[in-house]
């Protein structure tokens, strides 16, 4: 949910030229005016997200560390760019990642095994490499989760391309037998520090690309959950609650929440019955109802209850590039 420095300009020079269809100059400038002022102000990805693979039970607890020979009933792995990785996250418990594992155990009343694929920086290009070596490293899962997008946006990727490598990719995973669920392109146009008109243009840009994303999962039998449309009247509505503490990336309600939808899609796609609280909070996160009292931790304990004691430290898991 955040734009980068560099591919801010791309993205506004890319406007000035598709918006109209005519290079006139004056709306190029602008364009790139205005994605010249974003760059200052836009933070870069540094940090390294937490991460705590390993095996989630039914009954909470802290994850356990996957050892070969290890039993799990469903190996569930998460794909996709920076939103995948839980950046902006402070607590490996917060990621998206762990929430939809910690879910999936208590809603199923299986063992989960999570393992996380998902590069910060990645586009419909890198996904598929992460599927690829994945198919070199070992056994392909049996669940995997895909969030991805926003990268396609600022990388200047073709709309009907990008979609396509999506596409080929969920095939290749459920020619494998794995269900698949995906996290269709955020809605760029919700960060306030995009000025307008470009902040439109970015909105334009992601909503075609999340309809492309959905058709083409869809016809390669996976699951596409619109994010953007579910999640984008709360980030306009509580941007204070919606976004973590630099005003750019997604915090962990916002995550929460995200895990929430994926969660429902996935287990439907199980033929899992869902019960409640996730399903009333996944139901109702497209709406803005957020009040004082609905603090990042309560969005959280109304996903599932999970023992304080079940965190886990972050890795030193390092990822490369940008978003």
């Known amino acids: 949910m955040r734009l980068p420095r560099r591919s801010t300009i791309a993205l506004a020079t890319a406007g000035a030229l ?84 910690r879910g999936l155990a208590a809603q199923t009343g299986k063992r989960i095994r999570l393992s996380t694929k998902a590069i910060v920086g990645a586009t419909s290009k890198g996904v598929s490499g992460q599927v690829d070596a994945m198919f070199v490293a070992g056994a392909p899962p049996d669940l995997a989760v895909m969030m991805i997008g926003a990268n396609d946006i600022t990388a200047l990727n073709g709309i009907t391309p990008s979609a396509r490598r999506l596409g080929r990719t969920v095939t290749k995973l459920r020619n494998r037998g794995a269900v698949v669920v995906v996290g269709t392109c955020p809605d760029l146009g919700v960060i306030s520090a995009i000025p307008q008109p470009l902040r439109s243009l970015a909105h334009a840009r992601t909503a075609r690309l999340a309809r492309a994303q959905a058709a083409a999962v869809r016809s390669a039998g996976g699951t596409p959950v619109p994010l953007a449309n579910l999640l984008a ?87 490369t590039g940008s978003d």
């Open 18 to 101: 598709a918006s109209t269809g005519t290079a006139y100059l004056g709306a190029r400038n602008l364009l790139v005016g205005q994605a010249t002022h974003a760059r200052t102000v836009i933070p870069k990805a540094w940090d390294v997200p937490p991460r705590a693979d390993g095996v989630y039970t039914p009954g909470g607890g802290p994850v356990e560390r996957w050892q070969r020979g290890m039993s799990a009933d469903l190996h569930l792995m998460i794909f996709g760019d920076s939103t995948a990785t839980g950046y902006g996250c402070m607590s490996a418990e917060e990621v998206p990642g762990v929430l939809v594992a």
């Open 233 to 319: 009247p709360q980030f306009r509505a509580t941007p204070e609650l919606m976004f973590s503490a630099d005003g750019f990336h997604p915090s962990p309600t916002a995550y929460a929440l995200a895990a929430a939808q994926l969660l429902v899609a996935l287990c439907d796609a199980l033929g899992q019955e869902v019960h409640s609280p996730v399903l009333n909070v996944a139901a109702r996160s497209g709406e803005p109802e957020f009040g004082p009292a609905n603090t990042r931790l309560s969005a959280m304990a109304r996903l599932w209850r999970r023992p304080a004691s079940s965190s886990a430290a972050p890795s030193s898991y390092q990822e």
